[in-house]
């Protein structure tokens, strides 16, 4: 931004007005538009790109929620939001903040239900294995799969409730109510198109999912030194727009250390290998042939693991009854087609391949196969009961680790408010997502499986009506 992100007082003019304006198009800021505009309110989307996308369409399209009529329909009838919040915290160690571990967890499972009703977003339920940190099978996927999928039903119903979508719009700046005593309330946002051309828009309420700051090298790096280096794997559109507006105003920003890693991004095609492989038995082993971790501990703090090896990098290692079922993954599938996926007859054939000292492979191959057999623990502590030895033919998957999605923004209260720095709520400001300060925690191994489109979806829920109300309803 090269003018300060937020202005105070009113706009000299206004081009265009909504009830509420919401900034970002991906799964949080289309689910606030949603459901404002189900509520009544005139809605105007602004999205910097020209096709709306974002990190939603990157994603796996996974969206873990509790006791929900789609969990109950292939049998899973105990998840109650108490047990999925306790899994949240248990991920996050106990550090994240246990009040919204509870607010997301009591609200996705109503806002999936509710895409299901009013949105025409057909929803199943992945129960052929757990994703690390999962008690019960939660994640919910529409048919294909895939976040773009997920993302396409969004746009679609967006179009059919005939919400406004601004592409190529830029918001650059914020317009504040001049008076301290209106709670700093936001009357405006300007936007840039591309050549230079400004707007601004003025705004009943304003939700801010613009997502989070990954895109930002130097946010990055202040904020979480250990990745200021690595691969960023996320949409380049998230570069801290909300965190810049939100510190300009006065707001609380919490974990901002926080983030979501991924230990299994194929190298050099830049392609995600699904960390079901490693939850069905697959292992990984650095260049020395030799495991390093507890694989099924989580995809997310895996990402530091795999950058610590030598030349940071490791090799997935697996063999083909692994690999058929990767292959129900389009991700997995586009590594296959991409030659990111390699094969081998023998233990030779597979050092061969890969570069990786026979010997070494070999013992670790054998190691396995006698802690699958219960001859002995495993020295990083994975459970491999219910696995089978790996056998040939082989599969290898050269990965790296690499930066998703950052956990850390804006705090919000129990409506998706933001908070000031002395907890008090803005009068019509609301964010959630990748802008507002997530369940994970302040570090990597916080990252619960799902928590990057749980807090979108159920932040963004909640963020829709509590809009319309600050926009239309009088102040108390």
Not at 136 to 147: I, P, Q, S
Request: net charge negative; proline share 5%; with cysteine.
């Amino acid at each position: 931004m090269t003018a300060a992100p937020v202005l105070r007082g009113a706009p000299e003019r206004i081009d265009a007005a909504a009830d509420v304006v919401v900034i970002g198009a991906g799964a949080c800021g289309l689910m606030a538009a949603l459901r404002a505009r189900a509520a009544g309110a005139q809605v105007l989307v602004v999205e910097r790109d020209a096709t709306p996308s974002g990190s939603t369409a990157m994603s796996s399209g996974f969206v873990p929620a509790p006791a929900t009529r789609f969990q109950r329909e292939i049998g899973v009838a105990d998840d109650t939001p108490a047990r999925f919040a306790a899994d949240i915290l248990a991920k996050a160690n106990g550090r994240c903040d246990a009040e919204l571990a509870t607010l997301a967890a009591e609200t996705i499972g109503p806002a999936l239900e509710w895409l299901a009703d009013h949105a025409g977003v057909d929803w199943r339920v992945l129960d052929d294995f757990l994703y690390p940190g999962h008690s019960r099978h939660r994640m919910h996927c529409v048919d294909e799969r895939t976040g773009a999928a997920l993302h396409a039903r969004l746009l679609a119903a967006a179009e059919t409730m005939e919400i406004a979508i601004a592409t190529q719009a830029r918001a650059t700046q914020l317009y504040a109510d001049a008076d301290a005593d209106a709670g700093d309330r936001i009357v405006a946002v300007g936007i840039e198109r591309p050549g230079g051309g400004r707007e601004t828009l003025g705004c009943g309420a304003l939700v801010l999912a613009s997502s989070g700051f990954g895109g930002d090298p130097d946010l990055v790096k202040a904020h979480i030194p250990e990745l200021g280096g690595a691969l960023y794997y996320g949409h380049a559109g998230n570069t801290g727009d909300a965190v810049r507006w939100g510190e300009a105003l006065g707001a609380g920003l919490a974990h901002m250390s926080g983030y979501q890693g991924h230990g299994s991004l194929a190298h050099p095609h830049a392609i995600l290998i699904s960390w079901a492989l490693m939850m069905k038995g697959a292992i990984q082993l650095n260049e020395r042939g030799d495991r390093f971790s507890d694989e099924s501990g989580g995809y997310s703090e895996q990402a530091v693991k795999v950058l610590a090896q030598p030349g940071g990098f490791a090799w997935n290692i697996y063999d083909e009854t692994v690999h058929r079922f990767g292959l129900a993954f389009p991700d997995y599938r586009e590594a296959v087609a991409a030659g990111a996926v390699r094969t081998a007859p023998t233990v030779g054939a597979l050092a061969a391949m890969t570069g990786l000292p026979q010997l070494r492979l070999a013992a670790s191959l054998t190691e396995v196969a006698r802690i699958c057999a219960g001859t002995r623990p495993d020295p990083f502590g994975r459970d491999f009961s219910g696995l089978a030895p790996l056998l040939p033919p082989f599969y290898a998957v050269k990965v790296t680790g690499a930066l998703f999605h950052t956990q850390g923004g804006l705090r919000i209260d129990g409506c998706a408010r933001v908070l000031d720095r002395q907890d008090r709520p803005f009068a019509n400001l609301f964010a959630g997502g990748g802008a507002a300060c997530g369940v994970s925690g302040p570090d990597v191994s916080g990252y619960l499986s799902g928590n990057g489109l749980l807090t979108a979806i159920a932040f963004g829920f909640l963020a829709g009506r509590a809009a319309v109300r600050a926009a239309l309803e009088p102040a108390g």
